[in-house]
T-cell receptor, first 113, second 115 residues
Framework: GNSVTQMEGPVTLSEEAFLTINCTYTATGYPSLFWYVQYPGEGLQLLLKATKADDKGSNKGFEATYRKETTSFHLEKGSVQVSDSAVYFCALSSGGGADGLTFGKGTHLIIQP | DADVTQTPRNRITKTGKRIMLECSQTKGHDRMYWYRQDPGLGLRLIYYSFDVKDINKGEISDGYSVSRQAQAKFSLSLESAIPNQTALYFC??????????????FGEGSRLTVL
């Protein structure tokens, strides 16, 4: 079945540091890949997505590239801010008979001023 | 106003009680979902519905039931709540026309505590 593995947290960085959150997946077929973000006390919201191999999703300074050869979709940002503190979820959609998304366990990111 | 609204936002109840969490949406989407979030476990799918007449079990449906009263409303019930159902519950929607991208739109969550 489908699965998503992402690095355990919490990840603590200083403001303006470079961020990488690793995500790898197992899926049949050609899944779409997502990063969702959950700010404190809120629901999840889509941060970025990629629907086919070599696509790069980007939003709010975050980027992730769909790498089929390594089954990865790592999230990166060049210079993080305190406001980026949140829980980040990697997810995939296979588009097959079972709907919904398969989520990773989430990575709690803490940015210190 | 939020496009996906969940009620109640917080609920404390006792073991054995029946609980209903409600979700309504104004996005006009045909597909609705209930997820459960637990610390360290991420989100797990409980039930999903493609339309009013189509209900499907997800990964962890035992102990839960759902009702799709209308295209815009999808309720989750716990017939006899137990403490390990203490969690944060999320309703989500998607547009069936976007089936192959799978983007979901989430409500703000309902925090349930079972004592």
């Amino acid at each position: 079945g489908n699965s998503v593995t992402q690095m355990e947290g919490p990840v603590t960085l200083s403001e303006e540091a470079f961020l990488t959150i690793n995500c790898t997946y197992t899926a049949t077929g050609y899944p779409s890949l997502f990063w969702y973000v959950q700010y404190p006390g809120e629901g999840l919201q889509l941060l970025l997505k990629a629907t086919k191999a070599d696509d790069k999703g980007s939003n709010k300074g975050f980027e992730a590239t769909y790498r089929k050869e390594t089954t990865s979709f790592h999230l990166e940002k060049g210079s993080v801010q305190v406001s980026d503190s949140a829980v980040y979820f990697c997810a995939l959609s296979s588009g097959g008979g079972a709907d919904g998304l398969t989520f990773g366990k989430g990575t709690h990111l803490i940015i210190q001023p | 106003d939020a496009d996906v609204t969940q009620t109640p936002r917080n609920r404390i109840t006792k073991t054995g009680k029946r609980i209903m969490l409600e979700c309504s949406q104004t996005k006009g989407h045909d597909r609705m979902y209930w997820y459960r979030q637990d610390p360290g476990l991420g989100l797990r799918l409980i039930y999903y519905s493609f339309d009013v007449k189509d209900i499907n079990k997800g990964e962890i449906s035992d102990g839960y039931s759902v009702s799709r009263q209308a295209q815009a409303k999808f309720s989750l019930s716990l017939e006899s709540a137990i403490p390990n159902q203490t969690a944060l519950y999320f309703c989500a929607t998607s547009d069936g026309q976007r089936q192959y991208t799978g983007e979901l739109f989430f409500g703000e969550g309902s925090r349930l505590t079972v004592l």
